[in-house]
């Protein structure tokens, strides 16, 4: 199957490019940015030696979708999405903190207070809180942007106080932060799902604040079934939930935790594959609609065609 895990275009007017973990972002002039969703796949901050067949395509067309419905409450960085695998849009100085927002106690943050840890982020946890269990108000965690390495926790008076984001600004990102999340929980509920936790990122051009990169993915947020919460979270038993969690349980089920000596299970066709499956079941069931499948014979070719037929109108 063919995927794309690697770029390196000319497009008309580049000024410069970013490989990031799974995004290839390419700057034209000064003002806009080419942004390319690969099919390549990290976790644990380590990008896998295989790409996922149609995960590009999946990450961009879910992210699309949100940024166009999310619009009505802070403007956001997209123009155009002339492939079914690129986001086409204005270039902002992106703040270095990253808002993540979590309506239940799971993943990292479950790791943390498991081991006694009370605070997140300076704001306390109480006691007796169960793996899944809904907070009263969703929290806001923030973590700093590591351009390589592990994303560090960070609180919201160490953030004014280094100089990250001013107060006055940081507490209008808290409020798109707090509207951005409130209006995915909406969505994901008249689709039978819960959104548990995500991130967002924001950045500034022309003295106006802007989201920017993609929002509402299974790589940015998790998700819930609706249904099974109550009786699973009741047994204690574990959640069935759209994320990519599914892939870090493999591979820690497989020795593997992106620590120095730990080697990457082998990812054999059949099981790029099955996760490729569970990205377009992710797709169908956060936006309602099937997923159609794009030409991927010669995907380099295709891509660096329809965004230079775009940059030339």
């Not at 794009?294 to 995907?299: C, F, I, K, Q, R």
Request: negative net charge; charged residues 30%.
């Amino acid at each position: 199957m063919d995927t794309l895990t690697r770029t390196d275009y000319h497009f008309p007017g580049q000024t410069g490019v970013y490989h990031g973990k799974v995004r290839d972002v390419y700057s034209i002039g000064d003002d806009q940015l080419v942004m390319i969703a690969t099919d390549r796949i990290s976790a644990f901050d380590v990008v896998l030696p295989k790409g996922i067949p149609y995960k590009g395509q999946v990450l961009n067309q879910i992210a699309a979708k949100f940024l166009d419905a999310t619009a009505d409450i802070v403007p956001n960085w997209k123009q155009a999405s002339p492939d079914p695998m690129v986001t086409v849009g204005v270039r902002c100085e992106p703040y270095k903190v990253e808002m993540v927002i979590r309506g239940y106690i799971t993943g990292s943050a479950w790791r943390e207070y498991k081991k006694g840890v009370r605070t997140l982020c300076g704001l306390p946890l109480p006691e007796g809180l169960r793996e899944n269990q809904k907070f009263e108000t969703p929290l806001i965690t923030p973590t700093t942007k590591a351009m390589e390495g592990h994303d560090e926790n960070i609180s919201k008076e160490e953030i004014i106080a280094q100089g990250l984001v001013s107060r006055e600004e940081y507490e209008q990102l808290e409020q798109y932060t707090y509207a951005l999340f409130k209006r995915g929980t909406e969505m994901a509920a008249e689709k039978g799902l819960i959104l548990v936790d995500t991130k967002y990122e924001f950045g500034k051009k022309d003295g106006k604040i802007y989201l920017i990169d993609e929002i509402h993915t299974p790589d940015s947020s998790r998700y819930f079934y609706s249904d099974e919460y109550s009786a699973r979270f009741e047994k204690g038993e574990e959640q069935k939930q759209l994320s990519k969690e599914f892939v870090r349980k493999w591979l820690m089920e497989n020795g593997f935790q992106g620590r120095e000596g730990q080697q990457v299970p082998e990812m054999t066709d059949a099981y790029c594959n099955s996760v490729s499956d569970r990205y377009i079941e992710l797709y169908e069931k956060i936006t309602g609609e099937k997923f159609v499948k794009a030409d991927a014979g010669d995907l380099e070719t295709r891509i660096e065609r329809n965004i230079t037929d775009y940059l030339d109108k």
